[in-house]
């Protein structure tokens, strides 16, 4: 098969229906992975090319997926899952849906990326930090001087309840800040923070200049516009940007365990890790060269708050931003 048949046929595949002929059949595998699609769909399609094992993929985003693998608990129909949450997985892991794997390159991946039971592993990662146009770009900035009223530029984020980014970006900076992030960020909303929709709709926004800044936004998306042409900048404070992993796991109900370990195997192939790349994402393997884009900063500092422990707090802190800061009425400073 070629490359290209491939592709067409993973593209096809997303459409595939699944009646009970379809699961009767089982002898492909079937994939839910989140964005970006692009990357996913070229994973799968060398995947198959490579193996001649057909895969069905369901491509949507981390809360979507979610979702779906709830209404199908008592009729699983997904192998393999990749997440662009590791607290997604997490979750999945607690409750025993996870079927651990012991695979033989994990001592050529940043290990602290993955879960130390082998439940699952991170492919790839990205760090949140803030966009801003380069026109107001400032090289010191920090975080509190972003919500504290440091920076006079009007600022956007990506809505936390809309992007699983910009929530886990939430997350980790209220568990690393403690009680002084909130009223940090009840002072940005004061001071005119505003939300969009999701990271597409922040961007646009700050590409068209209605926004000098995005607080929040994660970069693979931002290096992606700046290899493209757009002046912006990707900020990272000296204090460090909130990682987000983007785990694979494979699921305990898998009819196909061993077709299942391949795919996943595959993910971390050179040639796999290597279009991570291509999409500014930080790859897993360590032997595997930055984005063109990206390489300028090289790999941030960064904040990293363990799976289990923001696993505890997630909900709880992301309801009292959405009642303190994103929905609640104030008076604007």
């Given at each position: 098969?070629?490359?290209?048949?491939?592709a067409?046929?993973?593209?096809?595949?997303v459409?595939?229906?699944?009646?009970?002929?379809?699961?009767?059949?089982?002898?492909?595998l079937?994939?839910?992975?989140?964005?970006?699609?692009?990357?996913?769909?070229?994973?799968?399609?060398?995947?198959?090319?490579?193996?001649?094992?057909?895969?069905?993929?369901?491509?949507?985003?981390?809360?979507?997926?979610?979702?779906?693998?709830?209404?199908e608990?008592?009729?699983?129909?997904?192998?393999?899952?990749?997440?662009?949450?590791?607290v997604?997985?997490?979750?999945?892991?607690?409750?025993?849906?996870?079927?651990?794997?012991?695979?033989?390159?994990?001592?050529?991946?940043?290990?602290?990326?993955?879960?130390?039971?082998?439940?699952?592993?991170?492919?790839?990662?990205?760090?949140?930090?803030?966009?801003?146009?380069?026109?107001?770009?400032?090289?010191?900035?920090?975080?509190?001087?972003?919500?504290?009223?440091?920076?006079?530029?009007?600022?956007?984020?990506?809505?936390?309840?809309?992007?699983?980014?910009?929530?886990?970006?939430?997350?980790?900076?209220?568990?690393?800040?403690?009680?002084?992030?909130?009223?940090?960020?009840?002072?940005?909303?004061?001071?005119?923070?505003?939300?969009?929709?999701?990271?597409?709709?922040?961007?646009?926004s700050?590409?068209?200049?209605?926004?000098?800044?995005?607080?929040?936004?994660?970069?693979?998306?931002?290096?992606?516009?700046?290899?493209?042409?757009?002046?912006?900048?990707?900020?990272?404070?000296?204090?460090?940007?909130?990682l987000?992993?983007?785990?694979?796991?494979?699921?305990?109900?898998?009819?196909?365990?061993?077709?299942?370990?391949?795919?996943?195997?595959?993910?971390?192939?050179?040639?796999?890790?290597?279009?991570?790349?291509?999409?500014?994402?930080l790859?897993?393997?360590?032997?595997?060269?930055?984005?063109?884009?990206?390489?300028?900063?090289?790999?941030?500092?960064?904040?990293?708050?363990?799976?289990?422990?923001?696993?505890?707090?997630?909900?709880?802190?992301?309801?009292?931003?959405?009642?303190?800061?994103?929905?609640?009425?104030?008076?604007?400073?």
């Amino acid at each position: 098969m070629t490359l290209a048949a491939a592709a067409a046929l993973a593209t096809a595949l997303v459409f595939a229906g699944c009646g009970p002929a379809a699961d009767a059949e089982r002898d492909h595998l079937v994939v839910y992975s989140a964005g970006p699609r692009p990357l996913a769909e070229e994973i799968i399609a060398a995947f198959m090319e490579s193996t001649g094992i057909p895969v069905e993929l369901f491509a949507a985003t981390t809360g979507q997926i979610m979702a779906k693998l709830e209404a199908e608990r008592y009729r699983p129909r997904a192998d393999v899952v990749v997440f662009a949450s590791g607290v997604a997985a997490e979750s999945l892991k607690a409750e025993g849906r996870l079927l651990p794997y012991d695979p033989p390159w994990l001592d050529e991946t940043r290990r602290q990326w993955h879960d130390p039971d082998n439940h699952y592993f991170a492919t790839s990662a990205a760090v949140v930090g803030i966009a801003l146009r380069a026109a107001v770009y400032a090289p010191d900035i920090e975080w509190e001087d972003v919500l504290g009223g440091g920076f006079a530029g009007r600022l956007t984020m990506p809505s936390p309840s809309r992007s699983g980014s910009a929530g886990d970006f939430v997350l980790a900076y209220t568990l690393r800040e403690g009680d002084a992030a909130w009223p940090r960020f009840r002072s940005a909303r004061r001071r005119g923070l505003e939300f969009s929709a999701a990271n597409s709709q922040a961007i646009t926004s700050l590409l068209i200049g209605a926004y000098d800044g995005i607080v929040g936004a994660v970069d693979y998306l931002i290096y992606r516009q700046i290899a493209d042409g757009a002046d912006v900048r990707m900020h990272f404070p000296a204090s460090g940007g909130a990682l987000v992993t983007r785990p694979a796991a494979i699921l305990a109900d898998t009819p196909v365990p061993e077709r299942a370990q391949r795919f996943v195997d595959f993910y971390f192939t050179r040639e796999s890790q290597e279009r991570v790349a291509a999409a500014h994402l930080l790859p897993a393997r360590k032997d595997t060269e930055l984005s063109a884009a990206r390489r300028v900063d090289g790999m941030p500092p960064v904040f990293e708050v363990p799976a289990e422990g923001a696993l505890r707090h997630h909900a709880t802190v992301l309801r009292r931003f959405q009642l303190e800061v994103e929905r609640a009425a104030v008076v604007r400073e």
